[in-house]
């Protein structure tokens, strides 16, 4: 069990140069070519991915460690696996509530501060404007909780949670997935989504 969690973070998160800063091998796969790591996220975690759905990995969450790995595997893993699918998204909602529970729980403040930016991640994703202030609260303490001189790529993630925010708190949804979810688009969300000034996918 230990060796599957630790397999699950090590992937995603490498290295940590600093108590502050990330590995700066995982940039790509983050931010900039995320798409060209489906296929191999597919082979590597495919099972796990399909026992924590089926809930046969709740037992993680005994520790701060497993649901971290639950968190990767519910909200970014799946967002690999079945990327252009409305199944990408389907466990956002399981991993929202493993995110709150371990918030409750304090796991988030045991967690790198790289770890905790992906700990808070289901909550930015969640198309609810209670959990969109929590993400934003999470993000704001994270960010005062770093050093000034490791703060920049930390108030970027508070930046992204607060647009996430804004556009929950304008149409209660993100009109982004409307297509992909099946769901019809107002003329209002049109014209957003035509703007292309908030683009989360």
């Not at 704001?140 to 920049?152: A, G, H, K, N, S």
Request: charged share 25%; glycine share 6%; proline share 3%.
């Amino acid at each position: 069990m230990t060796n599957r969690i630790e397999d699950i973070l090590d992937f995603w998160f490498g290295a940590f140069p600093t108590p502050y800063s990330a590995d700066p091998a995982k940039a790509d796969m983050w931010f900039k070519n995320g798409a060209a790591y489906d296929t191999d996220i597919f082979i590597r975690f495919g099972v796990d991915y399909e026992k924590a759905v089926n809930g046969e990995l709740d037992h993680w969450l005994d520790s701060f460690r497993g649901r971290l790995a639950l968190i990767i595997l519910l909200d970014q893993f799946s967002r690999h696996i079945h990327r252009g699918s409305a199944a990408a998204f389907a466990q956002d909602e399981k991993a929202q509530a493993i995110c709150i529970d371990g918030i409750g729980a304090g796991d988030d403040m045991r967690a790198h501060s790289i770890e905790r930016s992906f700990f808070y991640l289901p909550l930015e994703h969640a198309e609810d404007i209670e959990k969109q202030t929590l993400s934003v609260r999470a993000y704001t303490q994270l960010v005062q909780d770093v050093p000034q001189e490791y703060r920049q790529p930390f108030e970027m993630s508070l930046q992204y949670a607060k647009n996430h925010f804004y556009v929950i708190e304008k149409f209660g949804r993100f009109p982004e997935l409307n297509e992909i979810l099946g769901r019809e688009s107002t003329v209002e969300e049109i014209a957003f989504i035509e703007s292309g000034e908030y683009s989360f996918l």
